[in-house]
């Protein structure tokens, strides 16, 4: 999180496209997507069903992208800063969260990886159980499938451009594969040195040939993970961890128009730092939380529900006896 947001900071400031900003940014989504595939891997092991898995995930996404893809609309803003009206098919477009499908613009800033997300989330209970018990060499002959289908797909449409991400997603996979397996592992506190030294493999990348180095990137860091013991909890990590997505969605339209108030420098610096504190806070109480509770009171009710419709249906089965 900390990635994109300095890297946008920078951006915004110097005005200039930096090619280091643009390597930390980027390379801040990567590690999320491998991150978020290795955590969410560990979340079907212990859901209920696949059903628990998609209700805890959609409530998890939808309720602050509809929120940021709706301030957008009713705002008329484009994600740079500017004013735009936005056509009611975008709109339908990125509140289901399925713009690069139908090549419509993001109305948010951040939202372009939304839908990568949810298509791959949509397809991670099918590797779960397609590897769960299965050696790992089918696994990584998976992964390296994945790359001549990301290649495929650029030539020939870009549409699925999720194909292009999913190396970056299977490595998670990886990592909580590899996890699973009896190995040596160092001790929790070498983590942070084990995690920057996987940073060069992404931050020597050029534009050219960067999706090689994406992929190149994600496996390291999904062959990293596995061999390190977990660190113990830090306070200022979980704190961010609770309001990632949050800062995510507002940080940059927070940045944009408080560096844009015709007001003192210092009282525009100021205007930032409480933005951005503020909005992730705002925002995951009114609008995220209440949303993971409703994905969570449904389904405890399909929990509850399932055994009476067995009964039910014994029951029924014995009287018809």
């Known amino acids: 999180m900390l990635c994109v947001f300095f890297g946008h900071l920078h951006g915004i400031v110097t005005g200039e496209a930096s ?4 390597h930390f940014a980027q390379m801040g ?9 290795f955590v969410l891997m560990q979340s079907l092991e212990r859901s209920a069903g696949v059903l628990d898995f998609y209700i805890r995930r959609a409530f998890r996404i939808y309720p602050l992208a509809i929120a940021c ?15 735009r009206s936005w056509s009611i098919r975008t709109v339908a477009a990125n509140l289901l969260l399925i713009q690069n499908l139908t090549y419509d613009d993001n109305m948010w800033a951040g939202l372009w990886t939304l839908p990568l997300e949810v298509q791959m989330y949509a397809h991670l209970p099918l590797v779960y159980f397609a590897v769960r018990s299965r050696p790992l060499i089918m696994l990584f002959a998976v992964c390296a499938a994945s790359v001549p289908l990301a290649l495929l797909q650029t030539a020939v449409t870009q549409r699925l451009n999720v194909f292009q991400y ?3 997603f299977l490595s998670g996979v990886v990592a909580w594969r590899v996890s699973r397996e009896p190995l040596p592992r160092l001790p929790g506190r070498w983590w942070p040195l084990a995690f920057v030294l996987v940073w060069p493999v992404f931050l020597t990348a050029s534009r050219e040939h960067q999706f090689w180095y994406r992929w190149a990137f994600c496996f390291a860091l999904g062959l990293t993970i596995p061999f390190v013991h977990q660190m113990r909890p830090l306070k200022l990590a979980a704190e961010i961890a609770k309001y990632s997505y949050g800062i995510y969605l507002t940080h ?8 844009r108030l015709p007001v003192h420098p210092v009282l525009q610096w100021l205007t930032l730092v409480i933005g951005c504190w503020m909005m992730p806070v705002l925002v995951y109480k009114y ?4 949303g993971i509770r409703l994905g969570r009171r449904l389904v405890s009710r399909a929990e509850q529900s399932e055994p009476q419709q067995i009964a039910t ?9």
Request: hydrophobic residues 55%; negative net charge.
């Open 19 to 22: 090619i280091s900003a643009w």
């Open 29 to 37: 989504v990567l590690i999320f997507f491998v991150h978020t595939s």
């Open 69 to 83: 893809v709706l301030s957008g609309w009713l705002l008329a803003l484009h994600p740079n800063g500017s004013f």
């Open 166 to 168: 999913a190396p970056c």
């Open 252 to 259: 940059y339209v927070v940045m944009t128009w408080s560096l």
């Open 287 to 290: 609008v995220e939380q209440p």
């Open 313 to 321: 249906a014994a029951g029924g089965l014995s009287y018809n006896l």
